[in-house]
Structure formats: C-alpha cells, structure tokens
C-alpha cells in the first residue's frame, strides 16, 4: 500500500474511488473522485489496485483522473450477469474470490477496474450472493426466495406509507382522496390507522402507521381521532374501549334463537314438588327507575311477635345450563356493563328483561333466603329454599324514600338494615358513604348530571339486605362444605376513620386504603364487611360469578350437580380477564360523558377538596361531580389536604380524559 495507489471504501452506502496520499502506519490521506481529502483507516479500504495515478500532476488532474476511473468501473457493471453467475454456481454453496468470479465474468486480461467492477455490482444486488469484501457466497433457493418476499413486503410499506401520508395531507385540507386511488389501497391505509389509534405499539404495523401520520405532519392521536371520525370509521362519542377489549354489542344467532325458544316455553313452576310456594307473599323488587332487569325481591312478613324476612333471587340456573350456548356466551362476557349511553346485558333480553326478570304478576323461580328475626330484629336463624314467587309490588328508590317514614313493611325493613349495618361496624366493618354520580343521556343527545344520596333509604336498605343475603349464602355453602366464588379481603392497609363516620374527603381517601379483595374456592375473613365468610349471589342475570354461586347453592338444595373446587378455580382464572375489562369500561365511559357535561361548562366555579399535593399540582375533587384533576401550582397560596377551596373550569377535552381548572 503506497502513496500514489487507486483504492475504494464505502462511505454512506457508496462506493468511492480514492488516491492514497499519504501512509502514516495504517492512517491513510486519500483524495477522494469530489475533491475532498480524509483521513481513513487502511482496514476500511475495500479493494486497492496496482493501477497508480502521478501524484506530480496537479490536484485538479487526479481528481478528474479519478472520475474517469468511477466512471469506466461503473459502465462495466453491466456486463456482469449475477442471476446468470448465481444459476451456474448457487448449488456449490462454497465461497468464491474476487479473482476468480472476476475471471468468470471477464475472462479476457481481467484489470483492477474489472475487480472493481465485480465488487461493485455484488455491493449493490445482495439477492444472489452473499458478500464479503473479496469473496461470494451463493444464497440457496430458499434464501434468494425469502429475499425476494421481504424485498416486494418493504416495496409494498412504502408505497402504503408514500400513498397514506399524501391521502392523510389531503383529508387534513378538506381535498378528496386522489381520483386515481384504489378503494382497497384506501380502506388498507384506513384499517392501519384505526388499528394504530385503537392499539398504538401493540397493533401489528404500528411503524407504517406512525410514517404516514409522521409524513402527514399529524403528531397526535387526538387529531387522527378527528380524521377518523371525518372518513365515519368512527362516531364522534365512539366507545373506544369495546373496540379495544374486543367486546360483543351483540350475541350471535344460535344464542338469541336459543333464548327465543326458552322464552316460549310456558312452565308452571307452582307444580314443581321441589319448590315451596311463596307467591302469596306481597314481594317488592326496588331499584333505580330505568331498570328492566329486576334479579331480586324483599318480602315482610309478622309471626306472631316475630318477623320473618325474605331475600329472593330469580334461579337463573332453572333456565341457563352448564354449558349451552347462553352459558357459554354469558362466561365470555363475565358480567353485564352499564354505562350512560348504552347497556351490554350479559344474557340476551329475552331472558335478563323477559323470563329471568321479577315482572309484577308473574310468576318465576327463585332461590330464597328466608330469616327469622326476634321482636327486636336481631337474626334467630335462617334457611335457603328453592321456591316460586310472584312480585306484587315493582318500587323505584324514589318511591321507598317517599314512604320511608309511613310504610310499616318498609320502616321494619329499614330498621334490620340499619341493625344488621351496626353488627358489621362493631366487627370492623369500613364503611364508605359517598354520593353516587349518576349520568344519563336523553333521546336528543342531552346529558343530565345527577347526584344521588346512596345512603337513602332505599337504597341503604337494598344495599344492607343483599349484604346480609350474600353472607348468609356463603355461611350456608360453606356449612355444607361446597365450593363457591368466596371473597375474602385483608385489613386495610390504614383507617382513617370509625364506623360509618368521616368526612367526605376521608370516605374518598379512605379507598386507597383498603386492600384487594381475593377470590378463592373456599371462605375466609372479608375485613371490608366485617364478616367472617362472602359470596355474591343476588345479581345472577348480571354476574357471572353470582350464578356460579347461585348454582352451587341448588346443588345443595339437590337441583343440580355441583362444580368441584377445580372447577371454581378454573372458572375465577377464566373470567378474570373479562372481569378486569368491566369496570374500566364503566368508569371510563362515566368519566367521558361526565367530562362531555362539563365541556358546556367551562368558566363555572365549583367547590372542590385539595386530597394531596404532587410534585407540580395538587390533586383535587370536583365534589360536585366527584371526578379527580390537578390543580397547578402557583404563586401566593399553600393548600394542605381536605382544604376547601373554589377553583374555576378553564378547558375540558373529554376525548383526551382532560379537564383544567384554576384557582378562584
């Protein structure tokens, strides 16, 4: 290697033609075929040839002697023929060197420039051959099959990612899509952006998706909502989650038709010798006013100086089997999902709204929890029965409430409520009272915002009675050693209060103290209740856990056969991803349309509650609303927790979760 030498080294991907200059151990100064002098180490040379250019004759004179060379070595890549080289040597599968692959394509005198040649063309075509500086190795046919695939895939993305980023450009200014566009390109380029906005990084071409919005000049997510929204891939309240959790709106044919067929089945449950009949007790079912799915009764009844109350439940499991296709369908969804624009039940309506439902007047099925109480209310014993009901009465909340004070069966009822609640508390039961936020939506699109007292009458009674009725059902299975869907549920990790006292800043924060419930087949402690064993077993049209449970209970009561404690276990890792998905759904879309409401309300002041300062905010609660934001702060006021301060609404963005407030 001597000054003077013509050599070549790849710089960004090319190949360029060079004069060694100067030799200092194994630095080089070469003169490049553009002029320009570097310094390069000798191991990065590609090929050196014995050709030499006079150093003597002037800068200008060898770098145009050296674009003559490039240029002469460039004109013979067309003469070498690598697919023809490749058929002739690709079954050798050995390596070959520059020399002789040179000799095969140039058999006559073969130069340093035919040398060149060759490497050139190898460096730019890497289907046949296998390259490495000086010698070749021939891919196999698989190989060169598999290069040619991946070659037409990466031709295929950029001519999605050329057309995607000038179609997006288009639609962001207001043009219609190219008149020569293929309406499957079209739809191939939406699909990708609606599966990138719905999964981000986790959607399968989320690179091609990000270049098109990236050559767009779109940066946010917010605003390939919008465009989504423009093309009618989506509503502009779209329910982002269901498409993201994959949830069915809908249950397939061979489910209706199956549920279509039990609803015309007429059976007369009062000659069933299994079942005993209440139906001359004067049920009531009490829930909110829009509920059609009515799963569970009261009953009030005077013994002689004593009480008896009943806690019905429509047996579901009379009409929902193991294993049918309703029960299948219904262990998918897990449990239904109740949102302020939409309900997705978890069996179809002709059984939640129809023949599962406690209508007034009609008759139906349960499993009922009678419990015999003293004069004074206290709980004497108890037994669960399979049974026939007829609700005679079908009450709201707002109606308990209005009798509340008048009504004999309902001021005995609140009053086992209120009893049964204390018990709870003097076992260390924690209590959290606070106001539910109801959110509903008119015909005409029109949302109304209510706060609801939970601690009412009615509702305080409901919520007590299916308590006590959940905990007696799990006394009762596990007195009778059968395996259920238990829930237990360690000491809170701190209380910040006792009894069902506390302010409402502590009955708020108080839940970040509590600790996860944990599901298992057998019964143990649930400190949050206070009590010594739990199922849930009042919701079955709802819950698929409560018609689990429901359905050990009438393997007790001999109507079925039972799950083994495999089977339960099984069925809680089976549901628990569905389940997980649920209340995200609920709360997420309470919280979108809670945030929507208060889009048309910005510049109103609210009262709020400082519950923690951050490193750059505090965190506060909307007590109106009870919905959490940050509060930035600022100069000129230090706030501690449970302050109560007024804060004003600046900007609200439902779709993006946002809502910012300040100060006054």
């Known amino acids: 290697m001597e000054s003077g030498s013509i050599v070549e080294y790849i710089d960004r991907q090319k190949i360029m033609c060079a004069v060694i200059l100067e030799v200092k151990n194994t630095r080089l100064r070469l003169l490049t075929e553009n002029n320009r002098e570097i310094k390069l180490s000798a191991g990065r040379l590609l090929h050196e040839d014995k050709a030499r250019i006079d150093l003597t004759m002037g800068r200008d004179n060898m770098v145009s002697t050296l674009k003559g060379v490039a240029n002469k070595r460039k004109a013979l890549i067309h003469q070498v ?107 191939e380029v939406i699909n990708l952006l609606k599966a990138y906005y719905l999964f981000e990084k986790d959607s399968k071409d989320h690179a091609l998706a990000r270049a098109m919005i990236s050559k767009a000049g779109l940066d946010s997510t917010s605003g390939l909502f919008s465009l989504l929204v423009k093309l009618d891939v989506f509503d502009e309240n779209e329910n982002i989650d269901l498409l993201r959790f994959e949830i069915a709106t809908e249950f397939p044919n061979e489910v209706i038709k199956t549920a279509s067929n039990l609803a015309l089945c007429i059976e007369d449950f009062s000659r069933d010798e299994m079942r005993t009949d209440l139906t001359a007790l004067p049920l009531m079912t009490i829930d909110g006013q829009s509920t059609l799915d009515f799963d569970d009764a009261l009953s009030i009844e005077k013994v002689g100086d004593q009480y008896r109350l009943g806690i019905h439940i429509v047996d579901v499991g009379h009409f929902v089997r193991k294993g049918d296709a309703i029960d299948q369908e219904a262990l998918s969804r897990g449990s239904s999902i109740y949102m302020p624009d939409q309900k997705i039940s978890m069996l179809p309506a002709e059984l939640s709204e129809g023949l599962c439902s406690l209508k007034a007047g009609a008759l139906r099925p349960a499993i009922s929890t009678m419990v015999n109480l003293s004069h004074s209310l206290e709980i004497t014993g108890y037994e669960i029965i399979p049974s026939v009901i007829n609700v005679k009465h079908q009450l709201t909340y707002y109606d308990v409430n209005l009798v509340a004070d008048q009504n004999q069966d309902v001021m005995v009822l609140r009053e086992i409520a209120r009893k049964f609640r204390t018990r709870r508390l003097d076992a260390g039961a924690v209590q959290i009272s ?100 739990y199922v849930t077993a009042t919701s079955p049209i709802r819950k698929y856990f409560d018609l689990i449970t429901q359905r050990q209970l009438r393997a007790t009561l001999g109507l079925e056969q039972p799950y083994t404690s495999e089977e339960i276990d099984r069925l809680i890792q089976l549901l628990e991803v569905p389940m997980s998905h649920v209340p995200r759904i609920q709360q997420g879309r309470h919280r979108y349309w809670l945030l929507k409401y208060l889009e048309q309300h910005t510049g109103d002041k609210e009262e709020a509650i400082v519950l923690k300062k951050q490193r750059n905010h505090y965190q506060i609660l909307l007590s109106n609303y009870m919905i959490e934001c940050d509060l930035p702060i600022s100069g000129g006021f230090v706030l501690k927790p449970e302050d109560l301060i007024q804060v004003t609404i600046q900007n609200v963005r439902a779709r993006e979760e946002q809502i910012v407030v300040y100060i006054g």
Not at 94 to 108: G, K, Q, R, S
Not at 455 to 480: D, F, H, Q, T
Not at 505 to 516: I, P, T, V
Request: charged content about 30%; glycine content about 6%; overall charge negative.
């Open 81 to 187: 023929d690598i697919k023809d080289l490749w058929e002739v040597l690709n079954t050798e599968q050995v390596w070959i060197d520059l020399e002789t692959m040179t000799e095969f394509c140039f058999p006559d005198s073969p130069s340093g420039d035919h040398q060149s040649a060759i490497i050139r063309a190898f460096f730019d075509d890497r289907l046949y051959f296998k390259f490495n500086l000086d010698k070749f190795f021939p891919n196999s046919a698989e190989k060169v099959a598999r290069i040619v695939a991946q070659r037409q895939e990466t031709e295929r993305k950029n001519r999605i990612i050329e057309f995607g980023g000038d179609l997006l450009k288009r639609l962001l200014n207001g043009l219609p899509p190219p008149v020569d566009a293929k309406d499957e390109d079209t739809e």
């Open 434 to 533: 606070l106001p539910e936020i109801n959110v509903w939506l008119g015909e005409d699109g029109t949302i109304t915002v209510n706060k609801i007292n939970r601690e009412s009458p009615g509702r305080m009674l409901v919520a007590e009675l299916m308590i006590l009725a959940n905990w007696l059902s799990a006394k009762y299975l596990a007195e009778n050693d059968m395996p259920a869907v238990f829930r237990t549920q360690p000491q809170p990790r701190e209380r910040l209060y006792k009894g069902d006292g506390g302010t409402l800043y502590q009955n708020w924060m108080q839940r970040r103290f509590l600790s996860r419930f944990v599901l298992s087949h057998h019964a143990d402690q649930h400190s949050g209740l206070g009590l010594d064993a």
